[in-house]
């Protein structure tokens, strides 16, 4: 059974950082491309980026330059650093699989909340 476990949210500080992890099991994790998705209060669901299992990183324009997406294979876990937050980085933030260029597994969501 694939799991995919967030953890390290938090309150947004504006010019803040937070790391969130996820866990993964059940499947070969090394080889599978890992993605974040967010989805903001009343919003869409927004893709954030993505980390190849050649450890490339792909980012959406809204996020780059201040997050990153890193993976420990050893650990079976992929992060995601948010720096410089701003009030709109608040949303529920998901991790996910991807096989052959869609997401196949969800994480259950991590909160990131607006401290103001």
């Known amino acids: 059974e694939v799991q995919l476990v967030e953890s390290g949210g938090g309150l947004v500080q504006p010019g803040g950082s937070l790391r969130l992890s996820c866990a993964a099991s059940g499947f070969t994790f090394s080889t599978t491309t890992m993605s974040w998705v967010r989805q903001a209060p009343g919003k869409g669901r927004e893709w954030i980026g993505a980390i190849y299992s050649d450890f490339r990183e792909y980012y959406a324009k809204s996020v780059k330059g201040r997050f990153t997406i890193s993976r420990d294979n050893a650990k079976n876990t992929v992060y995601l650093q948010m720096d410089n937050l701003k009030p709109e980085s608040a949303a529920v933030y998901y991790c996910?699989?991807?096989?052959?260029?869609?997401?196949?597994?969800w994480g259950r969501g991590m909160q990131v909340t607006d401290s103001s």
């Open positions: 996910t699989a991807v096989e052959d260029g869609i997401i196949s597994s």
